[in-house]
């Protein structure tokens, strides 16, 4: 028997493009480094043979995925429910999908630079960003390096920055001694408890499909546990939260990773740039769990901000 998520993950190209409108893309951001996005098929064109791209003739928005999955199986429900009234743009961050970098810098900064400048060649001028957990914190990143680019942003179970002492909490709650011992599973046993950690109620799911999922969504191992040591930083040298954009936070209300006292603390430092809302029974992976509920604050929200 074949791998279900080698046959499922075509399936889910496929609807994409049908219903949503959209293609994917290669984008060389710099010789060595390397974009794939998903983009709206009518931004992409062809002058004397070759591939251009003009500008979204909606307003755009731009998903940034979680650290367990590609941009467009992160994101594939919001992209169905969003394609027709907005461009909607969904890159894999460096070393998920196919997006690649010979490069040796990890950041969350780097990773927000690579981002801006994939959307740059690609003619996206203003847009509002989404980004969950791990993208949350490259969205945060890109927002406050280019605020004439990101109009606005929604944050969802994620954090400004990943300080020590909010990675010693989980830690110590969740058991773990680094996040990779969370994040990049090596078993089907590790990879239940990301789960059940990432959801409000973990379903039945059987240990074939945990085998799957753990053989195709876990390469460039080294690469992505960098990613994690870089990502915490001292207390001392964490962001502040001045921001000029609106930050719509949209949070699980049974989030187990960043608790909802951390968002409200998130909220109170940000001031009245933000606002939070919680999607009820959700957990961390909030998008995936209660993607009617979410979409349907996601919508009310971005018709909000796009409007003019």
Do not use: C
């Not at 110590?172 to 109620?201: A, C, I, Q, Y």
């Not at 195709?216 to 990613?227: A, G, H, Q």
């Not at 870089?230 to 990773?257: F, R």
């Amino acid at each position: 028997m074949g791998n279900i998520f080698v046959v499922l993950t075509p399936l889910v190209h496929g609807l994409v493009k049908l219903v949503a409108g959209l293609t994917p893309q290669t984008i060389e951001i710099e010789p060595g480094t390397t974009m794939n996005i998903w983009v709206p098929k009518e931004i992409v064109t062809k002058k004397d043979g070759n591939i251009v791209y003009i500008p979204p003739t909606k307003p755009a928005v731009v998903l940034l995925h979680a650290f367990a999955m590609d941009g467009i199986l992160t994101w594939f429900l919001q992209v169905l429910a969003l394609s027709r009234e907005y461009s909607v743009y969904v890159p894999d961050l460096l070393f998920f999908g196919g997006s690649i970098t010979n490069k040796n810098k990890r950041s969350a900064s780097f990773q927000a630079e690579f981002v801006a400048k994939g959307l740059g060649k690609l003619q996206v001028e203003k847009l509002t960003l989404v980004g969950l957990s791990y993208g949350g914190m490259v969205g945060f990143k890109m927002a406050k390096l280019y605020p004439d680019l990101v109009k606005s942003f929604v944050a969802s179970a994620t954090v400004i920055e990943l300080t020590e002492s909010i990675s010693i909490d989980a830690y110590k709650r969740l058991g773990l001694s680094t996040w990779s011992d969370l994040l990049m599973p090596t078993t089907v046993e590790g990879l239940e408890m990301m789960f059940s950690v990432g959801l409000h109620k973990l379903p039945w799911i059987p240990k074939f499909i945990y085998r799957d999922f753990l053989e195709v969504m876990f390469n460039n191992r080294k690469e992505r546990n960098e990613l994690l040591e870089e990502l915490v930083v001292p207390d001392e040298e964490a962001m502040d939260t001045n921001y000029s954009q609106m930050i719509y936070m949209l949070w699980g209300d049974d989030d187990k990773i960043f608790l909802p006292d951390l968002a409200r603390t998130m909220k109170m430092h940000l001031g009245e740039i933000a606002t939070l809302d919680w999607v009820k029974d959700a957990g961390h992976l909030v998008p995936l769990e209660k993607p009617f509920s979410y979409n349907e604050r996601l919508k009310r929200f971005l018709e909000r901000v796009t409007k003019d």
